[in-house]
Structures are given as structure tokens and as C-alpha cells.
């Protein structure tokens, strides 16, 4: 076999390796990103895949049990579409509280209760000491 096609061959196994393991990375990584009332829409749109759901926590609906560290929690649409009851096991994140704009993450199921496997918070839009009045610009 001549040099130049071997030298071709070589170069469209390694592109084709490369293209591969991008497209698998890429689809093992990829979710979509929905809010309370889009997800409670759905049906079964959403099925097979991990979601991300935007929301609001609902003032006294956290449950945390230190000792198994699970939590749980009603999930508000933030433009008040719906709420869904959310599971959490794990780490409480810092900035949780109720009240507060989160993200949990999640593979897509027909239940009640919606099985996150990460929660993460936003930080407040704005830090001041504690008494102290804001001025809007």
C-alpha cells in the first residue's frame, strides 16, 4: 500500500476517533434547562433525560434531617405557574433558604415527588450590611 494512503487512513481513523468521543461527551452532558410551570406542562416530553428546573423554594416547606441528610421541599414556579415537591439526598448547598431562586437537577420521572441529584443556589443580587438602607441609582 502506497505511503499517502496509509498516511489518510491513519488521519480519518483519528478525525473519526476525535468526532466520537466529542458526540458522546456532549450527549452524556447535555440537559435541559426548564422552569416549574414548562416541566408540569411537559408530560412526557422530558422522559429518559436529566432536567434542570428553575424555581423559587415556598416559605415553610423545607424539611432537612441532618442525621441522613435529606431534604426536602416544595419547588414554586417564580412567576407562580405551579409548584412541584422535590427529594434531595446529600450536602445542604450554603446559600439554601427559603425564599431563595434554585436549581435542581434531575433525571425525568413519572412521580410526585421529583428525585433531584444536585440543588444548586443563586447568591442575592445584592450584599449590604444588615440595618442599612439601599440607594437606588
Not at 408530560?43 to 416547606?61: E, F, K, P
Not at 432537612?64 to 415537591?85: K, N, Q, V, Y
Amino acid at each position: 500500500m502506497n505511503r499517502k494512503y496509509k498516511f489518510v487512513i491513519g488521519i480519518t481513523i483519528i478525525v473519526l476517533a476525535v468526532a466520537s468521543l466529542v458526540y458522546t461527551a456532549v450527549d452524556q452532558t447535555k440537559m435541559y434547562m426548564v422552569t416549574v410551570d414548562e416541566y408540569l406542562g411537559s408530560g412526557n416530553a422530558y422522559a429518559g433525560t436529566t432536567l434542570r428546573i428553575a424555581g423559587r423554594v415556598r416559605q415553610d416547606s423545607m424539611e432537612w434531617a441532618s442525621e441522613t441528610r435529606e431534604l426536602d421541599f416544595t419547588l414554586d414556579d417564580i412567576l407562580g405557574g405551579g409548584s412541584i415537591a422535590v427529594h434531595y439526598k446529600g450536602l445542604l448547598p450554603d446559600m439554601f433558604a427559603e425564599g431563595r431562586d434554585v436549581i435542581v437537577e434531575g433525571p425525568h420521572a413519572d412521580e410526585d415527588v421529583f428525585e433531584a441529584s444536585a440543588v444548586l443556589t443563586s447568591c442575592p443580587s445584592k450584599y449590604s450590611p444588615e440595618g442599612a438602607e439601599t440607594v437606588e441609582p
